[in-house]
């Protein structure tokens, strides 16, 4: 596609279930990044794919939070056990290598009821 | 660590009249910077980077912004301001021995422009 799409676009849950979170970067795009976006932290870097190389998974806030990248392209977030805390706005980025410019997604609104 | 201080959590300034957004950073090693933009509703989107090249460092929309070591400042400017630039910006520094693009954001400023 054009661009970084994320879905779903909104997402509500219940505490205590879990969440999975899609991102399809641009086409071609070998990094991908998280990030999460919350009224009390700001924006916090979550976790960092490059290529074939183990993710940098030092942004993670805690094990409920992990993420996988299949084959290179789309990435999934998952979200076990949810808290009220995880509300927040989480945002993908994609760049075509890791020092050039990263293009983000519009984000899943994810509320935790 | 790296981290980045922005200054004025709102903005308001009248059409036409300069945009000055402040940022202020502190690196262990020579940084990476970057100011973005964040519409309502939408993702980031990059306005410029400084990564070491000239100083001065010219971005999209008209916006520009000096890399000043020695007030450790990389504020964003606009000569014009234009109804299309209420939005909120984004100050971002490069996290230490990793990608360009892991980033360590500031708090943000949202930047009002009055008719």
């Known amino acids: 596609g054009a661009g970084v799409s994320q879905s779903p676009s909104n997402k509500v849950t219940e505490k205590g279930k879990d969440v999975e979170l899609r991102c399809d970067p641009i086409s071609g795009h070998t990094a991908l990044y998280w990030y999460r976006q919350s009224l009390g932290q700001g924006l916090e870097f979550l976790i960092y794919?490059?290529?074939?190389?183990?993710?940098?998974k030092s942004g993670l806030p805690s094990d409920r939070f992990s993420a996988e990248r299949t084959g290179g392209s789309v990435s999934t977030l998952t979200i076990q056990r949810t808290q009220q805390e995880d509300s927040a706005v989480y945002l993908c980025?994609?760049?075509?290598?890791?020092?050039?410019?990263?293009?983000f997604g519009q984000g899943t609104r994810l509320t935790v009821v | 660590a790296q981290s980045v201080t922005q200054l004025g959590s709102h903005v308001s300034v009248s059409e036409g009249a300069l945009v000055l957004l402040r940022c202020n950073y502190s690196?262990?090693?020579?940084?990476?910077l970057f100011w973005y933009v964040q519409y309502p509703n939408q993702g980031l989107q990059l306005l410029l980077k400084y990564t070491s090249a000239a100083t001065l460092v010219k971005g999209i929309n008209g916006f520009e912004a000096e890399f000043k070591k020695s007030e450790t400042s990389f504020h964003l400017t606009k000569p014009s301001a234009h109804m299309s630039d209420a939005a909120e910006y984004f100050c971002?520094?490069?996290?230490?021995?990793?990608?360009?693009?892991?980033?360590?954001f500031g708090t943000g400023t949202l930047l009002a422009v009055q008719p």
């Open positions: 980025a994609s760049s075509k290598q890791e020092n050039t410019e990263a293009f």
């Open positions: 690196s262990s090693v020579p940084p990476y």
């Open positions: 971002a520094v490069s996290a230490p021995g990793g990608a360009t693009n892991k980033l360590i």
């Open positions: 794919f490059q290529g074939n190389s183990a993710p940098d």
